[in-house]
């Protein structure tokens, strides 16, 4: 629009859509395209005031100090269910699967494993201060262990896109940790893909290396 002629249209929609983003998404390449835009402009339409408002709003973004996340730990309660499930269609698609069923039955399907009785397994959830589901770690105790002891297994540890790389996974696992102390669980174990040298970086970064000697099976069809 502005290279068209009609610079006052085009500044004051690229305003717009700056201010409609979060302070997250507004840096980096957004910020970069917005300096470009006002470079490409006619020396004439960079004097003109949405020209000089655009870029002050580009100045007062790169001044923004993000107020950093809070990310709390607590056990997950049956009032949880639909973000679990939320959270698990993104894990689905994670892995390239399609999510099965509807929002509703998969949100049924969360609370009968987890909230059934018995249960089916644990999940400790990472919640921000925007009530916003960060991550989840679904985890059973399975018995015996070493001795007469229990182990806690973990199943899996998700955690959102938006959160990842800022210490949401550790905090998971610091929180497995003391579950597992607190039930004098023995150990904590858990498997990931051999394809998945991610996850393989992030266990190892906390000095836990893979164990040789088991194989792991899988009897997929139990009918």
């Known amino acids: 629009m502005a290279r068209d002629g009609d610079a006052d249209a085009g500044l004051g ?56 996340r809070v990310i709390t730990l607590a056990a997950a309660t049956p009032a949880d ?40 397994g644990w999940a400790l959830l990472a919640w921000d201060s925007n009530a916003i589901l960060a991550g989840c770690a679904s985890y059973l105790l399975l018995w015996p262990a070493s001795g007469l002891s229990t182990s806690l297994y973990l199943k899996e540890l ?19 940790y003391a579950i597992a102390a607190e039930r004098r669980c023995s150990r904590v174990e858990w498997t990931t893909g051999t394809s998945n040298q991610v996850a393989q970086a992030f266990h190892e970064s906390m000095g836990v290396k893979p164990l040789a000697s088991k194989i792991f099976y899988r009897a997929a069809d139990t009918t």
């Open 81 to 120: 269910a639909a973000a679990i499930a939320a959270l698990c269609a993104e894990l689905d698609e994670f892995y390239g699967d399609i999510p099965e069923g509807s929002p509703d039955q998969r949100t049924a399907q969360v609370r009968d494993a987890l909230f059934g009785d018995p249960p089916g």
């Open 158 to 176: 998700y955690v959102g896109e938006s959160y990842r790389r800022a210490g949401v996974g550790k905090l998971l696992m610091d929180g497995l």
């Open 13 to 68: 929609y690229a305003s717009e859509t700056l201010l409609a983003l979060e302070v997250s998404k507004r840096r980096g390449i957004i910020t970069g395209l917005g300096r470009e835009l006002l470079t490409a402009l006619r020396p004439a339409q960079r004097s003109c005031h949405a020209a000089r408002d655009f870029r002050a709003l580009l100045d007062d973004t790169a001044d923004i100090k993000e107020s950093p």
